[in-house]
């Protein structure tokens, strides 16, 4: 019978349960290839042979079997490399009758999806995400933020949407836009390089109302002779190894950061941002994983629904309240009642 990926996966598994069944505190890894493998922390005082998980590995995933199927933490030159990773997933906890069993993916692409964050942001930060494009996720962020703006708000819209921008040309004119964008920060702070980039301009498409205004972070800046998007594009999408001066840091990080020094550059020129829009890239991709995993906060579920801007207004002013802790809702808003 041929394996294939699923059902080499679910093998492997059944493996992994029965090595923590035997006490062992178990690591089951898949890499990049789908290749799954054991590492295994021997049970305390037992001086019993081992059973062989190898073979049994072998023989319930086929091709999708790592040349290496098991290896013991003590033979490991860091361990803790695998044991402490920050993708560890613990499946089952250690307990009198049976080990701990983790699962570590090894991923190209969509780590963030399994990390999480209990970082607090000083500036309320809500997602809006839709699983599928086109259906008005962007056109519903614009008009929340001209609603908040209009009941006295600072709000700041960021776009992620990196692969597909919209919220900035919405927002500004292209001559109005500031001359760079997230993904000049990504790049530029890559290399210690991002002082004094122009990341944030006030909106002109909003007119202000009261003291309401809206701050546009684009994707990209300014159109203009030289400027290279889809160069930096291609180059944004990585976890950056330690340098000199700083250690590891995850794409979610390098987000985090583009976001914070947009937030800094608004409360330089303006005053501190009330709430911040964040405009997701839909579907299952790293920006949205990061919007909504990792950021603990309100994030809006864009789908088929009817609400008013109002409505969703409230609800979102009500969970980006800091003292409710920033608790996650998802509202249905495809379509609005009210005029641009």
Known sequence: MTIRFDDAWSGARTVAEAASDDGYDVVLIRDILGRVALVLDSPANSDAPAPDFSRQLIDRAGPFVSPTPVRHAHDLFAPDQIQDSPDLVIERPRTPRQGQ??????????????RSSSR??????VTLYGFKGGVGRSTALFMLAKHLAEEGRCVLVVDLDLESPGIGALAQLDEDLCAHGIVDHLVEDAVGNSDGLDLVCRSMQIEPFANGEVWVAPAAGRPRDGYDYLAKLNRIYTDLPPSQEDGPRSFADRIHSAISACESAVAERSRAPDVVLLDSRAGIHDVAAVALSLFHLGSACVDEGL????ELGRVVWACSDPAEGFPAFELGV???????
């Open 334 to 340: 495809g379509a609005f009642a009210g005029a641009a």
């Open 120 to 125: 607090r942001w000083e500036n309320p930060r």
């Open 307 to 310: 609400y008013g801007v109002d």
């Open 101 to 114: 069993l983790a699962v570590l993916e090894n991923r190209i692409v969509g780590t963030d999806w399994t």
